[in-house]
């Protein structure tokens, strides 16, 4: 169920000193100023500066200007989200901003590091999210969406709003008079993001009216869903590994069923070497597995930047460009 702003401020519970991540947008600058107001004293700004556009140094002066307004500290740090070949603009640029958080969170000279983290999504992002995962095919951790918490290198992670829809917010900071700066590429529909708000969410508003709340429980199915499939994962995986490397075995896999066996595979590359194969991969790897009858056959598949690779009677991932081969 769709929450008030004050609702969803009233259950959010970090540790302090918190750290609030600070575009300039409307969503961000409510959410700013939502917790500066809430433990004065205690909370800290954080704005990336991607460089990718002429507005970033209007962004970069609105934070400045805000953050004097309320009194508090903010922090800015540049990056450059240079996308690789195969992956998306949009994906290295968030890669970069959650990377450049990190950084910005720990102790800045007699600044303190900070343990917790907010951002500003909120539910009409999280069904944009949902949307998109079921327009590639994802599967159960796609369809799960945006978690409401989730740890990362060390330090937590909440998008407190995540269940306030995006007009609230801005009626919200309307009625408080709190400037913001609207993104130019927020309205520019060659960007499937703002294709879906524009064209679709309106579309859904005037037939399901109850579609935030609707799709919000089906994500959180989908996360529960893809929970249970997590821990039968781990528990497959040591099941599969060779105790001395670590490394899973072919013969153990083999004697899992396609499905099982699948769940697995994904959970060993995902939380060995941070890959995640596609499903074409995923599909020709198992039939690479199944094939290997005899010592010779030979299973090398592209997963990432790397490789999947046959040694012997074990498999195991590699990246040419980092490990020695």
């Not at 909370?43 to 002429?54: E, F, M, R, S």
């Not at 998306?88 to 983290?117: H, N, T, V």
């Not at 066996?261 to 991969?281: E, M, Y």
Request: glycine letters at 8%; aromatic letters at 6%.
């Amino acid at each position: 169920m769709t929450r008030s702003l004050e609702q969803a401020m009233r259950a959010f519970q970090p540790a302090l000193p918190l750290g609030v991540a600070l575009s300039g947008g409307a969503d961000s600058c409510a959410l700013l100023v939502l917790c500066a107001r809430r433990w004065p004293g205690q909370v800290h700004a954080l704005h990336i500066n991607h460089g990718l556009q002429a507005a970033a140094v209007t962004f970069q002066q609105h934070c400045q200007r805000l953050c004097a307004e309320l009194n508090v500290p903010l922090r800015v740090r540049s990056v450059q989200a240079v996308h690789a070949s195969g992956q998306s603009p949009e994906d290295a640029a968030r890669i970069a901003r959650y990377q450049g958080l990190l950084e910005l969170a720990q102790r800045q000279g007699g600044d303190p590091a900070l343990p917790s983290i907010a951002v500003a999504q909120h539910a009409d992002d999280q069904v944009e999210t949902l949307l998109l995962a079921l327009s590639r095919g994802a599967g159960m951790a796609g369809l799960s969406a945006m978690p409401a918490r989730w740890s990362r290198g060390g330090l937590d992670f909440y998008r407190p709003l995540l269940e306030v829809s995006g007009s609230d917010i801005r009626d919200w900071l309307a009625q408080e008079q709190i400037d913001y700066v609207t993104d130019p590429t927020n309205v520019d529909e060659r960007f499937t993001r703002n294709r879906i708000r524009a064209q679709i969410l309106p579309v859904l508003q005037a037939t399901f009216p109850h579609f935030r709340d609707t799709f919000a429980r089906s994500a959180a199915h989908a996360a529960q869903a893809q929970a249970l499939l997590d821990e039968m994962a781990a528990q497959d995986l040591l099941g599969v590994r060779r105790e001395r490397d670590g490394l899973p075995t072919l013969a153990a896999l083999q004697s899992l069923g396609r499905p099982r066996q699948g769940n697995v595979l994904r959970f060993w590359l995902k939380s060995d070497f941070g890959v995640v194969p596609s499903t074409a991969q995923l599909r020709e790897l198992q039939d690479q597995i199944a094939a290997c009858a005899t010592r010779g056959h030979r299973i090398h598949i592209k997963v990432g930047s790397g490789y999947v690779e046959r040694r012997g009677a074990l498999l195991t991932w590699y990246n040419p460009t980092v490990l020695p081969h």
